[in-house]
């Protein structure tokens, strides 16, 4: 069992930037990859970003990718997201999620789930 915590989000302007963090209880992180993912009111939760269990590899969707940035601390067990240059189109509920069996876009294969941290983006 994982529990994943989100923090870091909040009320920001268009052009501006946040870090979100995703705290995991687990002392064997590095056995999980992390995704982080987004999901805005009526729409499908989406893909944003994520990281193999060593931080060697990183996948971006192309919405976000030079705009974000997806990082870990194995040694403080969290993840976080680097979000610069935010759109009013990056306002969603932001989640991380773990998955043992490595990296994808997909969300069914990710087995744990955090709460969710609201980013709202302001034009």
């Known amino acids: 069992q994982v529990q994943l915590v989100e923090s870091g989000g909040g009320l920001v302007q268009a052009g501006g930037s946040l870090r979100l963090s995703c705290a995991a209880s687990?002392?064997?992180?590095?056995?999980?990859?992390m995704g982080w993912f987004r999901q805005a009111p009526g729409k499908e939760r989406e893909f944003v970003a994520c990281?193999?269990?060593?931080?060697?590899?990183?996948t971006y969707a192309d919405s976000v990718k030079g705009r974000v940035t997806i990082f870990r601390d194995n040694a403080k067990n969290t993840v976080y997201l680097q979000m610069n240059s935010l759109k009013p189109e990056d306002t969603a509920v932001y989640y991380c999620?773990?998955?043992?069996?490595?990296?994808?876009?997909?969300?069914?294969?990710?087995?744990?789930w955090g709460q969710g941290t609201q980013v709202t983006v302001s034009s």
């Open positions: 687990r002392r064997t992180f590095t056995n999980y990859a």
């Open positions: 990281i193999t269990g060593g931080g060697g590899r990183t």
């Open positions: 999620a773990a998955n043992p069996g490595g990296t994808s876009r997909y969300p069914t294969l990710y087995e744990y």
